[in-house]
């Protein structure tokens, strides 16, 4: 039996931002077409007006299902979901748009779970437009969760030399410390540890940061959050058999990460773990959702409203998150 391309379902994020347009850049590529049977969930008269900001050629063919996808070369297969009009504003948060936004990452969710896609991969959404829309969450992350029926998840940056796994995401750092426990930082460590193991890393070496600076310098700092919330989950991750430091700090922890030291870092908050990430440039970070039951990668930056319309937005990043979620998607043997 031989192995053949998985079935990608892009789906199109905001259409106010730059989602359309990389997407059409993206199909440019010879890569995405030689690794993968990709196709788009959104809204074709969105896509057309979108070939005149990149100069596009290529001819957008409506599908009602996956089945119809024909993954031509000179087309790109759009699974129509016909919400928004053509002259819906650019580069305007727009309810409308946040609405269409959660209903394309809807249909992409109800299509894995019924294995017609073997893997979803996102334009992005703007939270302020989703929640204008009457979806209040704070991103696709949650929604991915939800609509799966996931408890415990994780959002996994990757970019050239660095990965970060989180432990807490979009809430504020006063939460976010109190939502940090032993329980919920051992379970981290272990997604880490699996997923790259998944990945090809044998024993995968894990660093885990500190939360106050230093670490806390054994006290110094803070009160006590490094030796009540990480040092035990650290600890039940080492006897468990997993290659695991920490709490280690953060300010010298990614540089070592970069250089070698390790695989991946254990990050305790979203601008702990997003802010290195983005330093080594926006184009290249991709966002992985680990621990769903289906396969999620996406672009790790947002609808860039301000330069929306005008063709400049680069694909690198959604190029690379279609690469990943060809790798991390269940093999197919031929049909």
Not at 73 to 78: H, L, P, S, V
Not at 270 to 282: E, F, I, S
């Amino acid at each position: 039996m031989q192995a053949i391309k998985p079935i990608i379902g892009i789906t199109m994020g905001d259409a106010a931002g730059v989602g359309p347009e990389i997407i059409l850049k993206s199909f440019e590529h010879d890569s995405v077409h030689e690794s993968s049977r990709s196709f788009v969930i959104g809204d074709a008269s969105i896509l057309e007006r979108a070939k005149g900001f990149t100069g596009s050629t290529k001819a957008i063919r409506r599908i009602s299902e996956p089945a119809e996808a024909k993954f031509e070369r000179d087309t790109i297969d759009c699974l129509d979901m016909n919400l928004l009009p053509d002259t819906l504003p650019i580069g305007e948060v727009s309810p409308e748009a946040g609405n269409a936004a959660f209903r394309y990452l809807e249909k992409a969710i109800a299509l894995a779970n019924a294995k017609e896609i073997d893997a979803i991969c996102t334009a992005p959404l703007n939270k302020e437009a989703l929640q204008k829309g009457g979806h209040l969450y704070p991103g696709h992350t949650e929604i991915l969760a939800e609509l799966t029926g996931t408890k415990d998840y994780s959002m996994m940056l990757s970019a050239p030399n660095l990965k970060v796994i989180h432990v807490t995401t979009h809430v504020g750092i006063i939460d976010a410390i109190n939502m940090i426990t032993p329980e919920r930082v051992l379970h981290v460590i272990q997604l880490a540890h699996d997923t790259l193991s998944k990945a090809g890393i044998k024993n995968p070496k894990i660093a885990v940061c500190g939360i106050n600076p230093h670490a806390g310098e054994n006290g110094l700092f803070g009160y006590g959050e490094e030796e009540e919330k990480v040092i035990p989950a650290v600890k039940k991750a080492q006897e468990a058999g997993i290659d695991v430091q920490g709490p280690l700090p953060a300010d010298t922890l990614f540089f070592r990460t970069v250089r070698g030291d390790f695989d991946i870092v254990v990050a305790m908050y979203h601008d702990q773990g997003h802010a290195p990430v983005k330093v080594l440039g926006l184009e290249a970070g991709v966002n992985i959702t680990v621990g769903l039951p289906i396969i999620r990668t996406s672009v790790d930056h947002g609808t860039a409203f301000d330069i929306a319309g005008t063709g400049k937005a680069d694909e690198k990043s959604l190029v690379e998150a279609l690469r990943q979620a060809v790798e991390l998607a269940p093999k197919r043997e031929s049909e």
